[in-house]
């Protein structure tokens, strides 16, 4: 249902595209949409957020229909600079370039809050995980030069709990 739901929304945002003859664009999908549209987890949630790649003003028209949605600064947010190259691509949008993030980039971005609900999903999620691949997403984050202190910091206090707890 929520899955039904999420995909309506972006075949919306493709419709609206359209109609306003605007450019194509990418969209990378990141946290529990992405765990919802890969089918990483069975927890059902509404948060769902895409990462910000400083879209034009002219394509506000599309993105207000994603207003319950957080659109999130790459800057503020723990991702790989390589996570693109692990997105997956959803064939069902031939117009807009729908991603969502690899179930590895997904576990990475969550261990900075690692709340009762990450833990629920990542508890899911890493036994269909590679942990080499994990380790590397680990270096790239912490390689980062452009992340927030304050992300860093925590970021790397949770980290220790992580890899301990899930044996990275």
């Given at each position: 249902?929520?899955k039904?739901?999420?995909l309506e929304?972006?075949?919306?945002m493709?419709e609206?595209?359209k109609?306003?003859e605007?450019e194509?664009?990418?969209?990378?999908?990141?946290?529990g949409?992405?765990c919802?549209?890969?089918?990483?987890?069975t927890?059902a949630?509404?948060?769902i957020d895409?990462?910000?790649?400083g879209?034009?003003a002219?394509?506000?028209?599309?993105f207000?229909?994603?207003?319950d949605y957080?659109m999130?600064?790459y800057q503020?947010?723990i991702l790989s600079?390589?996570y693109?190259?692990?997105?997956?691509?959803?064939e069902?949008?031939?117009y807009i370039?729908?991603?969502?993030?690899?179930?590895?980039?997904?576990?990475i971005?969550?261990?900075?809050r690692l709340?009762?609900?990450?833990?629920?999903?990542?508890n899911?999620?890493?036994p269909?995980c590679?942990?080499?691949?994990?380790n590397?997403i680990?270096?790239e984050?912490l390689?980062r030069?452009d992340?927030?202190?304050?992300?860093?910091?925590?970021?790397e206090k949770?980290l220790?709990i992580?890899?301990?707890?899930?044996?990275?």
């Amino acid at each position: 249902m929520i899955k039904d739901s999420l995909l309506e929304v972006i075949h919306e945002m493709e419709e609206v595209t359209k109609l306003f003859e605007l450019e194509p664009f990418d969209i990378y999908i990141i946290g529990g949409g992405a765990c919802i549209l890969g089918e990483y987890t069975t927890r059902a949630t509404m948060d769902i957020d895409f990462v910000d790649l400083g879209y034009p003003a002219k394509y506000g028209k599309v993105f207000a229909l994603l207003r319950d949605y957080d659109m999130l600064e790459y800057q503020s947010t723990i991702l790989s600079p390589k996570y693109k190259e692990r997105a997956i691509k959803l064939e069902q949008f031939k117009y807009i370039n729908v991603y969502i993030l690899s179930k590895e980039d997904v576990v990475i971005s969550k261990i900075i809050r690692l709340a009762s609900k990450d833990i629920e999903d990542l508890n899911q999620i890493m036994p269909k995980c590679n942990k080499d691949i994990l380790n590397n997403i680990i270096e790239e984050v912490l390689s980062r030069n452009d992340l927030f202190e304050s992300k860093r910091t925590e970021f790397e206090k949770k980290l220790k709990i992580f890899m301990e707890k899930y044996n990275v």
